[in-house]
């Protein structure tokens, strides 16, 4: 069943560009920045902040690790909770910086304070090409809406466990799963779901 859903999403969505990146740039860097600064606000709110990191010149490893806080707050201010968002960002440059990217485990990132499962799976996932599935509030109430879990609030890791022993160990489904779950939440399965047309319609349990 996890892989019908991933099926008739991809057949429906087809397939997803993510993470957009901007050309030339650390692709790690801007994975990481990009997910630290999507906590609790939409990608709008983030790519106003990543362009005025780059009208800076700051989103670069060195630039960031000099950068005094007061400053980065200024740019990151659109993407909200920017003082704790600086902090983290901070903290990540700090750790994360000179350390071989072989050398980057999900525990590493972890114990960065402001850094939590989904902004580590997704950093790992997107920035770094390594097989961790993101879970985020979307999956979540997808799942809990197909009846494929029985409480909305299961734990990360229950769901994440749940989702990859059904599906294959590969980064590029891991990845198109995710964006396609985040696509079909913004069309269908909203808050208020739009079941009229949806592509999960017959499997779905909770359709209005
Ligand atoms: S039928 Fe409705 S509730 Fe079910 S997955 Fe589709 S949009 Fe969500």
Not at 141 to 156: D, E, P, S, T, V
Not at 158 to 178: A, G, M, S, T, W
Request: glycine share 4%; net charge positive.
């Amino acid at each position: 069943m996890v892989k019908k859903i991933y099926k008739l999403l991809l057949e429906r969505y087809g397939y997803q560009d993510w993470w957009p990146v901007h050309e030339g740039n650390d692709k790690f860097l801007e994975v990481s920045i990009g997910a630290i600064l999507t906590q609790n606000t939409n990608w709008r709110n983030v790519e106003k902040a990543i362009r005025n990191l780059l009208e800076e010149n700051l989103l670069d490893w060195e630039a960031l690790s000099k950068v005094e806080e007061k400053k980065l707050k200024e740019c990151i201010k659109p993407a909200g909770f920017y003082n704790q968002k600086a902090k983290t960002i901070k903290g990540f440059v700090r750790t994360i910086k000179d350390i071989d990217r072989d050398r980057i485990t999900r525990k590493l990132l972890l114990s960065i304070k402001g850094i939590g499962n989904e902004t580590a799976d997704s950093i790992l996932l997107y920035g770094l090409e390594k097989p961790f599935f993101v879970i985020d509030s979307y999956t979540k109430r997808l799942f809990y809406r197909l009846g494929m879990i029985n409480q909305k609030n299961i734990k990360y890791e229950e769901l994440q466990n749940f989702i990859i022993k059904r599906i294959e160990r590969d980064v590029e489904v891991y990845k198109q799963y995710h964006a396609l779950i985040v696509e079909h939440s913004k069309i269908h399965c909203r808050k208020k779901p739009n079941c009229i047309n949806c592509p999960l319609e017959r499997y779905c349990t909770k359709m209005l």
